[in-house]
């Protein structure tokens, strides 16, 4: 059996330059460099198949001929060609590199924008299915949403192929993403190929290939570039996750360790009938342990109508007090709006960073007189006192968790904004196809 | 394996066998196709020159399938459009035997089999076309037209007045792989899978300059 030469040197019929062909008997149709004549690389005297007729030439980013290392693997660049597709009038090109390794066949690299997609044939025909109403395929455990079907024409070709190639060539083409991969199908009137590719950094491609200058920069957002959020939202709501469940541990762990002891409860009554001092003093209770906070808990039963309490919390030994006023009112009743209410009979206050010491609390309630309002009724209540000691401080917990929530919710609206404009360059552009959250394994 | 030791009918030079159960084998030398008749061979004809070779497999190339290591001992040469197509004839460690095919460097392993059908004729078969084997859904995924070429080394059956050949080949959700053959009465059925070139370990390789 006789061994070929893996390069073979011919001229071209057209313009006599020199034209290598480098994976001989594997290429069917070669393209002279010089002049872009398609040429018949199966006959020896390299037929010509098809003349440029094209105005301007366009420079492959990896030379024709360069050999790189994708995984450790040699691969020559042995064919390039653009292709295009028209949408709403506007053509998109992109370029194409044929890869070649004369043990594992062929690869592709595709290019556009600067967005590079590392592309092999697929050897399972994916099943079609449908996601949330739109078409999709599954193949190899992954759903693939559908994201555009069109014509693709090839406009430049250069180098070879191991199959026929002619500018002008049409097939149809259908992509489905599930970021970072692609699959692609390719119908001609002959046959169906699938194909997969993976999304890929341009320095990736531009290492492989030793190239000295920097790959073009990425522009807009590819059909299967992986989102930068997808991972990101994962993590952040696993963090924010992880955060309240600490934050709710310790809430629970400051709800038993805290003293929470009542060292105040008493029943009282106040009438404005009543016309001699409002005011009264408390018996003396002991507030123990360290600096902490003091609960006082005020339960009435007001019923349309409002009291105010002066309060004092004096330290016996020194005198030092805390004043502070709380009002109390609830009134409710029908209108033409329905019933309606307004404030509570009860009421709540805390009181931060009070020493340990003995201390009393001074009481001043007040209600509306007679004198003051004109109803001819006195104004009565019961009411309780209670007073606390450390008590658990839920408030702050509760405003730490809804800060906690603020990185995640950002990072969700930055991802969705970003699966929006993927989906805006697709065939369901406007729509509601978008989907913030794919359904597919993207993470 | 045993050794089977034989001498070519028509230039006597000596003929080995790789795998005792082939039935036909081409001489080394003078190229012609033998099969065995009885104790005999038999000189069928001749091998016309191969074209160039562009598969890195060859004859005793050895490789692991399935946890079963496996040897080429023979092949058939086929051509159709994109170019030269082997199907390279591998015998197993267990007495078995199967095929590799390489085209376009795309590898698939499969194993002749009773079809669990009936195969429809060669002017019924279509692309598109399905076929429920066994739980599996095949689909026939490209019609060739190929032209027989030629053969070399040890196969499992006669294989040497051929011209054209049609072949429709099967494609799964999982890649699996099949072939119909209709290059016989009834037609052969093929199945077996698509693999990775790395997944099977070949050794003795055809080496490409430069590579």
Known sequence: MATPPQVKALACPNCGAGVQVRTYARTLNVVCVNCLTVLDASTPELQILQKFEGATRIRPLVPLGKRGKLESEAWENIGFQVREIVVDGVPYQWHEYLLFNPYKGYRYLTEYDGHWNDVKTLKSIPSPCTVSGKPAVQVLGRTYRHFQSAEATTVYVMGEFPWQVRVGDQVRVADYVAPPFMVSSETTADEVTWSIGEYTDGRRIFQAFELKEAPPAPRGVYANQPSPYAGRTKRAWTTWLFLNILLFALMFFFSIFTGNQVVLDKSYYFTTASKGEASFVTDVFELKGRISNVELTTSTDLDNDWAYFGFALVNEATGQGYDFGREVSCYYGRDSDGSWSEGGRNDSVVIPSVPPGRYYLRVEPEMQSDASGGGSADHRMNYRLQLRRDVPYNAFFWFAALLLLVPPVFTSLRRAGFETRRWNESDYAGGSSGGSDSSSSDD | ?211
């Open chain 2, 1 to 211: 394996m045993s050794h089977v030791k034989a001498f070519c009918p028509n230039c006597g030079a000596p003929v080995e066998f790789l795998w005792s159960s082939a039935v036909q084998t081409t001489c080394e030398f003078c190229k012609s196709i033998l099969v065995r008749r009885d104790v005999s061979l038999e000189r069928v004809g001749q091998v016309a020159d191969l074209p160039p070779d562009v598969s890195p497999i060859q004859i005793l190339t050895e490789g692991l399938y399935r946890g079963k290591s496996f040897q080429v001992v023979g092949r058939i040469l086929y051509e159709y459009e994109l170019g030269g197509w082997n199907e390279w004839h591998c015998v197993y460690n267990d007495g078995t035997s199967g095929w590799l095919s390489d085209a376009q460097a795309e590898y698939a392993v499969s194993f002749l089999v009773q079809p669990p059908a009936p195969l429809p004729p060669a002017d019924r078969i279509a692309r598109g076309g399905t076929f429920h084997w066994n739980g599996t859904l095949y689909q026939v995924t490209t019609i060739t037209r190929a032209r027989y070429v030629g053969v070399q080394g040890e196969l499992p059956f006669e294989y040497w007045d051929k011209s054209a050949a049609l072949f429709a080949d099967l494609g799964t959700p999982d890649a699996r792989f099949g072939a119909i053959d209709y290059t016989e009465n009834p037609p052969l059925l093929f199945l077996g899978e698509s693999v990775g070139f790395d997944s099977l370990k070949l050794k003795n390789l055809r080496e490409f300059e430069g590579w």
